[in-house]
């Protein structure tokens, strides 16, 4: 089993920073992508931005050049920074690691359980 937990999500006024961190840990075997998504209520659940092993990333169009992800390949972790920050960020965000585990070396996604951040206005 991988279980994924985020951090570093709370409440922050508009045009100010967070920055979220996920750990994965259990039976890795490797870490293919590692990525950040969003779900604000009554929408869907959406890419803010993903990372391949090698560091190559993408983001969704409303968060270019406003947020960063990174990650740490020995410490299979991932982090999203982001400033200016705006009310419309406001939503719950879920970690996802595309993940080779266990003894069969089994692909699966795994998602964390979400941490909330709040933008006020």
């Known amino acids: 089993q991988v279980q994924l937990v985020e951090s570093g999500g709370g409440l922050v006024q508009a045009g100010g920073s967070l920055r979220l961190s996920c750990a994965a840990s259990g039976s890795i075997f490797s870490i293919f992508s590692m990525g950040w998504y969003r779900q604000a209520p009554g929408k869907q659940r959406e890419l803010v931005a993903g990372?391949?092993?090698?560091?190559?990333?993408n983001y969704g169009d409303s968060v270019k050049g406003r947020f960063t992800i990174s990650r740490d390949n020995a410490k299979n972790t991932v982090s999203l920074q982001m400033n200016s920050l705006k009310p419309e960020d406001t939503a719950v965000y879920y970690c996802k690691s595309v993940v080779v585990s266990g003894t069969l070396r089994s692909l699966d996604d795994y998602w964390g359980q979400g941490t909330q951040v709040t933008v006020s206005s």
């Open positions: 990372i391949s092993r090698s560091g190559t990333t």
